[in-house]
Protein backbone atom coordinates (compact mmCIF):
# COMPACT_ATOMS: atom_id res chain seq x y z
CA UNK A 1 0.00 0.00 0.00
CA UNK A 2 2.89 1.96 -0.03
CA UNK A 3 3.99 1.76 -3.32
CA UNK A 4 2.30 4.89 -4.79
CA UNK A 5 5.12 7.10 -5.57
CA UNK A 6 7.11 7.61 -8.54
CA UNK A 7 8.62 4.17 -9.70
CA UNK A 8 11.93 5.86 -10.75
CA UNK A 9 14.44 8.33 -9.06
CA UNK A 10 16.07 11.06 -10.37
CA UNK A 11 19.59 10.82 -11.64
CA UNK A 12 20.03 13.99 -14.24
CA UNK A 13 17.95 17.48 -13.51
CA UNK A 14 17.72 20.10 -15.96
CA UNK A 15 16.77 23.85 -14.80
CA UNK A 16 14.03 25.33 -15.46
CA UNK A 17 13.56 29.42 -15.75
CA UNK A 18 11.55 31.18 -12.79
CA UNK A 19 10.30 34.54 -14.02
CA UNK A 20 8.18 37.71 -13.09
CA UNK A 21 4.77 38.27 -14.16
CA UNK A 22 5.57 41.79 -15.42
CA UNK A 23 8.21 40.07 -17.59
CA UNK A 24 6.12 36.97 -18.72
CA UNK A 25 3.54 39.71 -19.42
CA UNK A 26 5.90 41.20 -22.09
CA UNK A 27 6.67 37.84 -23.25
CA UNK A 28 3.70 37.07 -24.08
CA UNK A 29 2.92 40.33 -25.56
CA UNK A 30 5.82 39.94 -27.64
CA UNK A 31 4.51 36.36 -28.75
CA UNK A 32 1.14 37.61 -30.32
CA UNK A 33 -0.65 36.10 -27.39
CA UNK A 34 0.30 33.10 -29.02
CA UNK A 35 2.11 30.08 -26.65
CA UNK A 36 3.48 28.22 -29.68
CA UNK A 37 5.59 31.77 -30.17
CA UNK A 38 7.27 31.69 -27.05
CA UNK A 39 11.05 30.38 -26.38
CA UNK A 40 11.20 27.75 -23.85
CA UNK A 41 13.11 29.15 -21.69
CA UNK A 42 10.22 31.93 -20.89
CA UNK A 43 7.88 29.19 -19.48
CA UNK A 44 8.31 27.77 -16.00
CA UNK A 45 6.09 24.44 -16.39
CA UNK A 46 5.87 23.40 -19.87
CA UNK A 47 2.19 21.79 -20.81
CA UNK A 48 1.96 22.67 -24.37
CA UNK A 49 2.23 19.04 -25.51
CA UNK A 50 3.21 15.78 -23.82
CA UNK A 51 5.04 14.90 -27.09
CA UNK A 52 9.01 14.40 -27.83
CA UNK A 53 9.01 15.42 -24.08
CA UNK A 54 9.98 12.75 -21.99
CA UNK A 55 12.88 11.51 -19.86
CA UNK A 56 14.10 8.83 -20.96
CA UNK A 57 15.94 5.98 -18.53
CA UNK A 58 19.47 4.71 -18.20
CA UNK A 59 18.29 1.69 -20.28
CA UNK A 60 17.34 3.98 -23.17
CA UNK A 61 20.36 6.65 -22.72
CA UNK A 62 22.73 3.30 -23.22
CA UNK A 63 20.85 1.65 -26.04
CA UNK A 64 21.99 4.79 -27.94
CA UNK A 65 25.35 4.06 -27.53
CA UNK A 66 24.96 1.13 -29.67
CA UNK A 67 23.32 3.03 -32.50
CA UNK A 68 23.89 1.31 -36.01
CA UNK A 69 24.52 4.26 -38.27
CA UNK A 70 24.55 1.60 -41.67
CA UNK A 71 22.40 3.58 -44.45
CA UNK A 72 21.04 0.32 -45.08
CA UNK A 73 20.29 -2.96 -43.38
CA UNK A 74 21.49 -1.25 -39.33
CA UNK A 75 21.44 -3.59 -36.20
CA UNK A 76 19.41 -0.69 -34.59
CA UNK A 77 16.38 -1.38 -37.09
CA UNK A 78 16.28 -5.03 -36.73
CA UNK A 79 16.33 -3.84 -32.88
CA UNK A 80 13.19 -1.47 -33.19
CA UNK A 81 11.31 -3.79 -35.82
CA UNK A 82 11.17 -6.95 -33.04
CA UNK A 83 10.16 -4.54 -30.36
CA UNK A 84 7.07 -3.08 -32.34
CA UNK A 85 6.63 -6.40 -33.74
CA UNK A 86 6.02 -7.76 -29.99
CA UNK A 87 3.51 -4.78 -29.19
CA UNK A 88 1.83 -4.20 -32.45
CA UNK A 89 1.75 -8.20 -33.30
CA UNK A 90 2.31 -7.05 -37.20
CA UNK A 91 4.88 -8.06 -39.31
CA UNK A 92 5.76 -5.22 -41.65
CA UNK A 93 7.42 -2.10 -40.05
CA UNK A 94 8.67 1.32 -41.42
CA UNK A 95 9.78 4.10 -39.51
CA UNK A 96 9.62 7.66 -40.23
CA UNK A 97 10.86 10.60 -38.90
CA UNK A 98 7.79 11.50 -36.37
CA UNK A 99 4.07 11.03 -36.65
CA UNK A 100 2.52 13.37 -39.03
CA UNK A 101 5.19 11.40 -41.81
CA UNK A 102 3.21 8.42 -41.42
CA UNK A 103 -0.32 10.20 -41.78
CA UNK A 104 0.86 11.14 -44.92
CA UNK A 105 2.25 7.83 -45.85
CA UNK A 106 -1.21 6.61 -44.85
CA UNK A 107 -3.41 9.97 -46.35
CA UNK A 108 -1.45 8.60 -49.81
CA UNK A 109 -2.33 4.76 -49.32
CA UNK A 110 -5.53 4.76 -48.12
CA UNK A 111 -7.32 8.42 -49.10
CA UNK A 112 -8.38 10.30 -51.94
CA UNK A 113 -10.10 13.11 -53.32
CA UNK A 114 -13.85 13.41 -52.14
CA UNK A 115 -14.10 10.32 -49.90
CA UNK A 116 -14.26 10.24 -46.23
CA UNK A 117 -12.33 9.35 -43.86
CA UNK A 118 -14.53 8.87 -40.06
CA UNK A 119 -12.67 8.88 -37.27
CA UNK A 120 -13.51 9.28 -33.10
CA UNK A 121 -11.74 12.38 -33.31
CA UNK A 122 -8.75 13.19 -36.00
CA UNK A 123 -5.49 14.62 -35.01
CA UNK A 124 -4.97 17.83 -36.72
CA UNK A 125 -1.68 16.50 -38.66
CA UNK A 126 -4.18 13.73 -40.78
CA UNK A 127 -6.63 16.74 -41.24
CA UNK A 128 -4.02 18.91 -42.38
CA UNK A 129 -3.13 15.97 -45.07
CA UNK A 130 -6.71 15.20 -45.81
CA UNK A 131 -7.28 18.65 -46.25
CA UNK A 132 -4.67 19.51 -48.79
CA UNK A 133 -5.77 16.38 -50.77
CA UNK A 134 -9.44 17.18 -50.73
CA UNK A 135 -10.34 14.40 -48.71
CA UNK A 136 -13.20 14.54 -46.09
CA UNK A 137 -12.66 13.57 -42.80
CA UNK A 138 -15.69 13.09 -39.91
CA UNK A 139 -15.40 12.89 -36.20
CA UNK A 140 -17.80 10.24 -34.92
CA UNK A 141 -16.77 9.76 -31.31
CA UNK A 142 -19.82 8.92 -29.00
CA UNK A 143 -21.90 12.06 -27.95
CA UNK A 144 -20.66 12.03 -24.33
CA UNK A 145 -17.11 12.62 -26.01
CA UNK A 146 -18.17 15.46 -27.89
CA UNK A 147 -19.46 17.04 -24.59
CA UNK A 148 -17.18 19.05 -22.78
CA UNK A 149 -20.04 19.16 -19.78
CA UNK A 150 -20.99 15.71 -20.05
CA UNK A 151 -20.80 12.90 -17.27
CA UNK A 152 -18.05 10.68 -16.77
CA UNK A 153 -17.85 7.98 -19.09
CA UNK A 154 -15.06 5.48 -18.80
CA UNK A 155 -14.37 5.28 -22.48
CA UNK A 156 -15.19 9.05 -24.03
CA UNK A 157 -12.77 7.92 -27.22
CA UNK A 158 -15.58 5.47 -28.74
CA UNK A 159 -16.71 5.82 -31.91
CA UNK A 160 -20.57 6.12 -32.60
CA UNK A 161 -21.36 3.17 -34.85
CA UNK A 162 -24.85 4.24 -35.50
CA UNK A 163 -23.21 7.75 -36.85
CA UNK A 164 -21.09 4.91 -39.14
CA UNK A 165 -23.77 3.31 -40.35
CA UNK A 166 -25.54 6.41 -41.25
CA UNK A 167 -22.55 7.52 -43.44
CA UNK A 168 -22.37 4.35 -45.07
CA UNK A 169 -26.30 4.00 -45.91
CA UNK A 170 -25.92 7.90 -46.84
CA UNK A 171 -22.57 7.73 -49.07
CA UNK A 172 -22.38 4.56 -49.82
CA UNK A 173 -19.33 2.38 -48.43
CA UNK A 174 -17.54 2.63 -51.31
CA UNK A 175 -16.88 6.84 -50.78
CA UNK A 176 -15.78 6.03 -47.38
CA UNK A 177 -11.46 5.06 -47.69
CA UNK A 178 -10.68 4.61 -44.18
CA UNK A 179 -11.33 4.47 -40.69
CA UNK A 180 -8.99 5.69 -38.51
CA UNK A 181 -9.45 5.26 -34.29
CA UNK A 182 -7.15 7.36 -32.39
CA UNK A 183 -6.14 5.71 -29.65
CA UNK A 184 -6.18 7.57 -26.72
CA UNK A 185 -8.00 9.99 -28.34
CA UNK A 186 -6.37 13.52 -27.93
CA UNK A 187 -9.04 15.90 -29.10
CA UNK A 188 -11.80 15.46 -26.14
CA UNK A 189 -8.88 14.96 -23.66
CA UNK A 190 -6.83 11.96 -24.01
CA UNK A 191 -10.47 9.78 -23.81
CA UNK A 192 -9.62 5.86 -24.31
CA UNK A 193 -11.14 3.49 -26.88
CA UNK A 194 -12.61 0.15 -25.36
CA UNK A 195 -11.55 -2.98 -27.05
CA UNK A 196 -15.43 -3.76 -27.56
CA UNK A 197 -16.02 -0.56 -29.44
CA UNK A 198 -12.57 -1.23 -31.74
CA UNK A 199 -13.48 -4.70 -31.88
CA UNK A 200 -17.58 -3.46 -33.05
CA UNK A 201 -15.95 -0.49 -35.63
CA UNK A 202 -13.61 -3.05 -37.07
CA UNK A 203 -16.74 -5.98 -37.71
CA UNK A 204 -18.86 -2.94 -39.28
CA UNK A 205 -15.78 -1.75 -41.69
CA UNK A 206 -14.87 -5.29 -42.62
CA UNK A 207 -18.44 -6.01 -43.44
CA UNK A 208 -18.28 -2.93 -45.96
CA UNK A 209 -14.94 -3.63 -46.73
CA UNK A 210 -13.36 -0.32 -45.51
CA UNK A 211 -9.77 -0.23 -43.80
CA UNK A 212 -9.11 0.22 -40.62
CA UNK A 213 -6.09 2.13 -39.46
CA UNK A 214 -5.06 2.72 -35.66
CA UNK A 215 -3.09 6.54 -34.75
CA UNK A 216 -1.54 5.22 -31.63
CA UNK A 217 0.53 7.78 -30.65
CA UNK A 218 -0.77 6.39 -27.03
CA UNK A 219 -0.97 3.29 -27.17
CA UNK A 220 0.06 1.79 -24.28
CA UNK A 221 -2.25 4.42 -22.39
CA UNK A 222 -5.00 3.12 -23.64
CA UNK A 223 -4.36 -0.16 -22.86
CA UNK A 224 -4.16 0.69 -19.67
CA UNK A 225 -7.34 2.21 -19.29
CA UNK A 226 -8.68 -0.97 -21.11
CA UNK A 227 -6.86 -2.84 -18.08
CA UNK A 228 -8.49 -0.97 -15.23
CA UNK A 229 -12.00 -0.37 -16.86
CA UNK A 230 -13.22 -2.81 -19.00
CA UNK A 231 -14.49 -6.40 -17.91
CA UNK A 232 -12.66 -9.37 -19.15
CA UNK A 233 -9.24 -7.28 -19.01
CA UNK A 234 -8.53 -6.65 -15.72
CA UNK A 235 -5.96 -10.13 -15.58
CA UNK A 236 -4.60 -9.48 -19.46
CA UNK A 237 -0.74 -7.70 -19.55
CA UNK A 238 -0.41 -4.36 -21.12
CA UNK A 239 1.16 -6.16 -24.55
CA UNK A 240 -1.86 -8.84 -24.79
CA UNK A 241 -3.79 -5.98 -23.71
CA UNK A 242 -1.84 -3.84 -26.84
CA UNK A 243 -1.59 -7.33 -29.68
CA UNK A 244 -5.23 -7.59 -29.36
CA UNK A 245 -6.10 -4.09 -30.11
CA UNK A 246 -4.19 -4.23 -33.38
CA UNK A 247 -5.55 -7.02 -33.92
CA UNK A 248 -8.65 -5.36 -35.14
CA UNK A 249 -6.55 -3.00 -37.74
CA UNK A 250 -4.63 -3.64 -41.14
CA UNK A 251 -2.49 -0.53 -40.31
CA UNK A 252 -1.25 1.57 -37.34
CA UNK A 253 0.46 4.72 -37.47
CA UNK A 254 2.20 6.16 -34.18
CA UNK A 255 4.09 9.73 -33.52
CA UNK A 256 6.79 7.53 -31.22
CA UNK A 257 7.29 11.09 -29.31
CA UNK A 258 4.58 10.12 -26.96
CA UNK A 259 4.14 6.15 -25.52
CA UNK A 260 7.54 5.60 -27.22
CA UNK A 261 9.36 7.77 -24.43
CA UNK A 262 11.60 9.06 -27.01
CA UNK A 263 11.59 12.86 -28.00
CA UNK A 264 11.46 12.27 -32.38
CA UNK A 265 10.62 9.06 -34.51
CA UNK A 266 7.32 7.72 -36.03
CA UNK A 267 5.90 4.26 -37.20
CA UNK A 268 3.79 2.90 -39.88
CA UNK A 269 3.30 -0.57 -39.18
CA UNK A 270 1.16 -2.68 -41.28
CA UNK A 271 -0.33 -6.51 -41.62
CA UNK A 272 -1.04 -6.01 -45.50
CA UNK A 273 2.43 -6.70 -47.71
CA UNK A 274 1.29 -4.70 -50.61
CA UNK A 275 0.81 -1.59 -48.08
CA UNK A 276 3.80 -2.12 -46.78
CA UNK A 277 5.48 -1.84 -50.28
CA UNK A 278 3.28 1.03 -51.11
CA UNK A 279 4.92 3.08 -47.87
CA UNK A 280 8.14 1.94 -48.62
CA UNK A 281 8.07 3.85 -52.17
CA UNK A 282 6.59 7.00 -50.06
CA UNK A 283 9.38 6.99 -47.23
CA UNK A 284 12.30 6.76 -49.90
CA UNK A 285 10.81 9.54 -51.67
CA UNK A 286 9.99 11.56 -48.04
CA UNK A 287 11.44 10.07 -45.31
CA UNK A 288 14.86 7.87 -45.80
CA UNK A 289 15.66 4.56 -46.52
CA UNK A 290 13.28 2.03 -45.34
CA UNK A 291 15.49 0.82 -42.49
CA UNK A 292 16.04 4.31 -41.38
CA UNK A 293 13.01 6.36 -42.85
CA UNK A 294 14.28 9.28 -41.00
CA UNK A 295 15.10 7.76 -37.87
CA UNK A 296 19.16 7.63 -36.47
CA UNK A 297 20.50 4.33 -35.51
CA UNK A 298 20.39 5.63 -31.73
CA UNK A 299 16.88 7.00 -31.90
CA UNK A 300 15.94 3.62 -33.14
CA UNK A 301 17.49 1.80 -30.74
CA UNK A 302 16.07 4.39 -27.78
CA UNK A 303 12.69 3.17 -29.48
CA UNK A 304 13.08 0.15 -29.06
CA UNK A 305 14.09 0.19 -25.24
CA UNK A 306 11.08 2.99 -24.89
CA UNK A 307 8.20 1.12 -26.69
CA UNK A 308 8.80 -1.44 -23.73
CA UNK A 309 9.33 0.69 -20.89
CA UNK A 310 5.89 1.92 -21.87
CA UNK A 311 4.17 -0.86 -21.37
CA UNK A 312 5.37 -1.89 -17.50
CA UNK A 313 2.16 -1.58 -15.70
CA UNK A 314 3.61 -0.10 -12.86
CA UNK A 315 5.06 2.86 -14.73
CA UNK A 316 1.37 3.75 -16.74
CA UNK A 317 -0.30 3.52 -12.85
CA UNK A 318 2.41 6.00 -12.09
CA UNK A 319 1.59 7.98 -15.02
CA UNK A 320 -2.38 7.87 -15.68
CA UNK A 321 -2.39 8.94 -12.04
CA UNK A 322 -0.62 11.83 -11.76
CA UNK A 323 -2.85 13.39 -14.10
CA UNK A 324 -5.23 11.94 -12.34
CA UNK A 325 -4.01 13.98 -9.57
CA UNK A 326 -3.45 16.97 -11.02
CA UNK A 327 -7.33 16.82 -12.22
CA UNK A 328 -8.49 16.22 -8.91
CA UNK A 329 -6.25 18.99 -7.42
CA UNK A 330 -8.05 20.98 -10.03
CA UNK A 331 -11.85 19.85 -9.18
CA UNK A 332 -10.86 20.59 -5.31
CA UNK A 333 -10.69 24.24 -6.68
CA UNK A 334 -14.01 24.34 -8.70
CA UNK A 335 -12.49 24.20 -11.83
CA UNK A 336 -14.44 22.36 -14.85
CA UNK A 337 -12.73 19.96 -16.09
CA UNK A 338 -13.25 17.05 -18.46
CA UNK A 339 -14.06 14.05 -17.10
CA UNK A 340 -12.83 11.34 -16.19
CA UNK A 341 -9.19 12.41 -16.94
CA UNK A 342 -7.34 10.68 -19.38
CA UNK A 343 -4.45 9.59 -20.48
CA UNK A 344 -2.06 12.24 -20.80
CA UNK A 345 -3.40 15.60 -19.41
CA UNK A 346 -6.22 17.33 -17.95
CA UNK A 347 -8.12 19.36 -19.86
CA UNK A 348 -10.57 22.28 -18.61
CA UNK A 349 -13.21 23.46 -20.51
CA UNK A 350 -13.26 27.37 -21.40
CA UNK A 351 -16.92 27.81 -21.51
CA UNK A 352 -17.13 26.84 -18.33
CA UNK A 353 -14.37 28.50 -17.25
CA UNK A 354 -15.13 31.63 -19.00
CA UNK A 355 -19.06 32.16 -20.06
CA UNK A 356 -18.73 35.41 -20.51
CA UNK A 357 -16.56 35.27 -23.32
CA UNK A 358 -18.35 33.70 -26.66
CA UNK A 359 -16.18 31.30 -28.92
CA UNK A 360 -15.90 33.89 -31.20
CA UNK A 361 -13.51 35.44 -28.90
CA UNK A 362 -11.57 32.03 -28.07
CA UNK A 363 -12.20 31.76 -24.53
CA UNK A 364 -9.84 28.82 -24.41
CA UNK A 365 -7.03 30.47 -25.62
CA UNK A 366 -7.68 33.60 -23.55
CA UNK A 367 -7.14 31.14 -20.95
CA UNK A 368 -3.52 29.71 -22.27
CA UNK A 369 -2.42 33.40 -21.65
CA UNK A 370 -3.88 33.78 -18.49
CA UNK A 371 -2.19 30.59 -17.25
CA UNK A 372 1.11 31.48 -18.99
CA UNK A 373 0.73 34.92 -16.89
CA UNK A 374 0.06 33.85 -13.56
CA UNK A 375 2.20 31.52 -12.94
CA UNK A 376 4.63 30.76 -15.85
CA UNK A 377 2.67 27.39 -16.90
CA UNK A 378 2.41 26.81 -20.93
CA UNK A 379 -0.67 24.94 -21.73
CA UNK A 380 -2.37 24.65 -25.56
CA UNK A 381 -5.69 25.56 -27.07
CA UNK A 382 -7.92 22.90 -28.14
CA UNK A 383 -11.30 24.91 -28.98
CA UNK A 384 -12.10 27.63 -31.72
CA UNK A 385 -8.77 28.27 -32.80
CA UNK A 386 -7.59 25.18 -33.45
CA UNK A 387 -10.63 23.54 -34.57
CA UNK A 388 -12.93 26.27 -35.70
CA UNK A 389 -13.66 26.01 -39.80
CA UNK A 390 -15.10 27.86 -42.58
CA UNK A 391 -18.48 26.66 -43.87
CA UNK A 392 -17.29 26.17 -47.75
CA UNK A 393 -20.76 27.25 -49.04
CA UNK A 394 -21.62 30.41 -46.74
CA UNK A 395 -18.43 31.33 -45.69
CA UNK A 396 -19.08 31.78 -42.02
CA UNK A 397 -16.66 30.46 -39.21
CA UNK A 398 -17.78 27.02 -37.90
CA UNK A 399 -17.10 26.63 -34.06
CA UNK A 400 -15.94 23.13 -32.89
CA UNK A 401 -18.01 21.41 -30.21
CA UNK A 402 -14.90 21.05 -27.95
CA UNK A 403 -13.74 23.98 -26.33
CA UNK A 404 -10.93 23.55 -23.83
CA UNK A 405 -7.93 24.15 -23.07
CA UNK A 406 -5.32 21.23 -22.23
CA UNK A 407 -2.76 20.78 -20.21
CA UNK A 408 -0.40 18.02 -21.57
CA UNK A 409 1.77 16.22 -19.27
CA UNK A 410 5.09 15.06 -20.13
CA UNK A 411 5.82 11.44 -19.31
CA UNK A 412 8.87 10.62 -16.25
CA UNK A 413 9.19 15.18 -15.86
CA UNK A 414 7.26 16.55 -13.63
CA UNK A 415 6.63 16.12 -10.25
CA UNK A 416 3.20 16.61 -7.98
CA UNK A 417 5.13 19.78 -6.54
CA UNK A 418 4.73 21.29 -10.60
CA UNK A 419 1.23 19.78 -10.89
CA UNK A 420 0.52 21.53 -7.55
CA UNK A 421 1.95 25.46 -9.22
CA UNK A 422 -0.86 24.74 -12.23
CA UNK A 423 -3.60 23.86 -10.03
CA UNK A 424 -3.27 26.37 -7.39
CA UNK A 425 -2.46 29.43 -10.41
CA UNK A 426 -5.50 27.98 -12.49
CA UNK A 427 -7.72 28.11 -8.97
CA UNK A 428 -6.63 31.79 -8.49
CA UNK A 429 -7.48 32.80 -12.05
CA UNK A 430 -11.31 30.97 -11.60
CA UNK A 431 -11.50 33.03 -8.77
CA UNK A 432 -11.10 35.93 -10.38
CA UNK A 433 -12.70 34.65 -13.91
CA UNK A 434 -15.32 37.58 -14.21
CA UNK A 435 -12.60 40.20 -14.98
CA UNK A 436 -11.54 38.60 -18.16
CA UNK A 437 -12.56 39.44 -21.83
CA UNK A 438 -11.78 37.43 -24.89
CA UNK A 439 -9.46 37.90 -27.65
CA UNK A 440 -9.13 37.96 -31.54
CA UNK A 441 -6.89 36.73 -34.52
CA UNK A 442 -5.19 39.39 -36.19
CA UNK A 443 -3.05 37.00 -38.49
CA UNK A 444 -3.13 33.34 -39.54
CA UNK A 445 -1.31 30.89 -42.36
CA UNK A 446 -2.81 29.65 -44.81
CA UNK A 447 -3.75 25.61 -44.03
CA UNK A 448 -7.13 26.59 -41.53
CA UNK A 449 -6.49 23.72 -39.68
CA UNK A 450 -3.07 24.33 -38.80
CA UNK A 451 -3.57 27.86 -37.85
CA UNK A 452 -2.65 27.81 -34.58
CA UNK A 453 0.62 26.76 -34.30
CA UNK A 454 1.45 30.31 -36.28
CA UNK A 455 -1.50 32.87 -35.72
CA UNK A 456 -1.50 36.11 -33.56
CA UNK A 457 -3.80 37.33 -31.20
CA UNK A 458 -4.57 40.49 -29.67
CA UNK A 459 -6.73 41.18 -26.41
CA UNK A 460 -10.02 42.78 -26.10
N1 LIG B 1 -1.52 11.53 -34.08
C1 LIG B 1 -1.83 11.93 -32.83
C2 LIG B 1 -2.98 11.31 -32.11
C3 LIG B 1 -1.09 12.95 -32.22
O1 LIG B 1 -1.41 13.35 -31.00
C4 LIG B 1 0.00 13.52 -32.93
C5 LIG B 1 0.79 14.60 -32.34
C6 LIG B 1 0.29 13.06 -34.23
C7 LIG B 1 -0.50 12.06 -34.77
C8 LIG B 1 1.40 13.63 -35.05
O2 LIG B 1 2.62 13.18 -34.58
O3 LIG B 1 3.83 15.23 -33.80
O4 LIG B 1 5.01 13.06 -34.16
O5 LIG B 1 4.21 14.38 -36.08
N2 LIG B 1 0.45 15.23 -31.31
C9 LIG B 1 1.17 16.25 -30.61
C10 LIG B 1 0.28 16.84 -29.56
C11 LIG B 1 1.86 17.24 -31.46
O6 LIG B 1 0.67 17.88 -28.98
O7 LIG B 1 -0.77 16.31 -29.25
P1 LIG B 1 3.98 14.02 -34.66
Redesign the pocket.
Known amino acids: KYMTAEPFRIKMVEPITRSTKAQRQQWLQEAGYNAFRLKSEQVYIDCI???GTSAMSQAQWSAMMMGDEAYAGCRSFYRLEASVQDIFGMPYVQPTH???AA?YIMTQIYCRPGAYAIGNMH?D?FRGNAEMMGCLPVDYAIAEGMDTASAPHPFKGNIDLNKMQSLIDEKGAENICVCII?ITC?NNGGQPVSMQNIREVSALCKKYNIPVVL?S?RLAENAYFIKTREPGYENKSIKEITNEMFSYCETATM?S??DGLVNIG?LFVTRNKSVYEQANQLAIVHEGFITYGGMSGRDMEALAVGLQEACDFDYLDYRIKQVAYLGEKLKERGVPIIEPTGGHGVYVDGRRFFPQIPQSEFPSQRLVCALYEEAGVRAVEIGACAFGSIDKITGEPVYPAIEAMRI?INRRVYTNNHMDVIANALGDIYENRDQYRGMKIVHQGSIQSLRHFTAGFELL
Request: charged share 35%; proline share 0%; hydrophobic share 15%.
Open positions: TDSQGRDFTTNDASKKGA
